[in-house]
């Protein structure tokens, strides 16, 4: 079965800093692979997927991720952080079938002042 | 505006009592999703609807009784609930339920304490 691994659970990083949240999935099939974002008191909402094409995907908010098929790996990342990024990040993956998407057990970023 | 609206954003409900959770999307969608977010805990799919028919349950108890009357509407009727059971119960909706196409959609959840 899919599974998907976020071996981060939460992430301090002072604020202007670059960050990396890491994402490792398990298929030995093309998969269709999601990044989603959670503030504070609020759902879940996308920041970016990748679905083919270019290993590096850009999203909204300055954030990109880049898809490592070898590695199994799409890790999320931002060069300078805000305070406003401080959230819940989910890493999601999908089969090419009509399979569910399944979601990682996500990261807390938190931005330090 | 996420096109995925739910109601009450908040409840609160002692163990006998009897409610319901209440979702709606205006996006189109054929996939509707309950999942449980407790704290400290990974998301946890509930229930699954496509084209109004349950795909799947993942082994919830039956104090939690889904109901899609509809593609747009979905609810979850709530009955002798647990103090454990409280958590944010998050209502999502996508295309189809896998594939390139299937985008998740989330509401701002409906935040539940059972007392």
């Known amino acids: 079965a899919q599974s998907v691994t976020q071996l981060d659970s939460q992430v301090p990083v002072f604020e202007e800093a670059p960050v990396e949240l890491r994402c490792n999935y398990s298929s030995s099939v093309s998969v269709y692979l999601f990044w989603y974002v959670q503030y504070p008191n609020q759902g879940l909402q996308l920041l970016l997927k990748y679905l083919s094409g270019s290993t590096l995907v850009k999203g909204i908010n300055g954030f990109e991720a880049e898809f490592n098929k070898s590695q199994t790996s799409f890790h999320l990342r931002k060069p300078s952080v805000h305070i406003s990024d401080t959230a819940e990040y989910f890493c999601a993956a999908s089969k090419t079938s009509y399979d569910k998407v399944i979601f990682g057990p996500g990261t807390s970023l938190s931005v330090i002042p | 505006e996420t096109g995925v609206t739910q109601t009450p954003r908040h409840l609160v409900m002692g163990m006998t009592n009897k409610k319901s959770l209440k979702c709606e999307q205006h996006l189109g969608h054929n996939a509707m999703y309950w999942y449980k977010q407790s704290a400290k805990k990974p998301l946890e799919l509930m229930f699954v609807?496509?084209?109004?028919?349950?795909?799947e349950n993942n082994s919830v108890p039956s104090r939690f009784s889904p109901e899609c009357p509809n593609s747009s509407h979905l609810f979850l009727h709530l009955h002798t609930l647990q103090p454990e059971d409280s958590a944010l119960y998050l209502c999502a909706s996508s295309p189809n339920t896998g594939g390139a196409e299937n985008t998740i959609y989330f509401g701002e959840g409906s935040w539940l304490t059972v007392v």
């Open positions: 609807y496509n084209f109004k028919e349950q795909t």
